[in-house]
């Protein structure tokens, strides 16, 4: 499955083709993360906060395609992706282990997936460098076999979105 989750609304056709879901997190309700591993201890796999992210995570999980699409906030997500990624919490369980001398999390039936991530904003050359170093680390934990890093304006975010969805079909 592919899977695109965006910050903000798109007017894509993209969404619309075969095995292709595209999830506007602007028009949900995600609560914060409360730190409570409620998802590790209490009910593994799910977690506590019943809201619109127990919707989204599993999808994340299962897809082996995936886009982020995000505005660049200080070298890292805007608030409703950095929530969202927050609130998949449950697709890791709290063991950990070594990836290239680093502990990560083991993922909990997380497909291996091809990642795209898209930055997109009036984003400086240090928040540049910042945000692919957070990439680098989170695609560890994330199971992403491959990824790309893409900085884009908000005004030409849709072409370059629509160009990736259709570089996955070839």
């Given at each position: 499955m592919r899977l695109i989750v965006s910050d903000r609304p798109l007017n894509l056709d993209v969404c619309k083709l075969a095995h292709t879901e595209c999830i506007d997190l602007s028009k949900l309700k995600i609560a914060n993360c409360i730190g409570?591993?409620?998802?590790?201890?209490?009910?593994?796999?799910?977690?506590?906060?019943r809201d619109d992210a127990v919707q989204v995570y599993p999808r994340i999980a299962e897809s082996n395609q995936v886009m982020y699409i995000s505005k660049v906030k200080y070298g890292s997500y805007d608030s409703p992706m950095k929530t969202m990624l927050e609130r998949s919490?449950?697709?890791?369980q709290a063991f950990i282990r070594l990836v290239d001398g680093e502990t990560h999390h083991i993922q909990r039936n997380v497909t291996s997936k091809q990642a795209v991530i898209i930055g997109y904003g009036d984003i400086s050359d240090e928040e540049k460098a910042v945000f692919c170093q957070l990439i680098a680390r989170n695609a560890k934990n994330m199971?992403?076999?491959?990824?790309?890093?893409?900085?884009?304006?908000?005004?030409?975010?849709e072409e370059a979105v629509q160009n990736e969805v259709l570089a996955w079909g070839k």
């Open positions: 409570c591993f409620g998802c590790w201890v209490k009910t593994p796999g799910r977690c506590v906060i919490l449950p697709i890791q199971q992403f076999e491959n990824y790309r890093v893409i900085f884009t304006t908000e005004d030409a975010l």
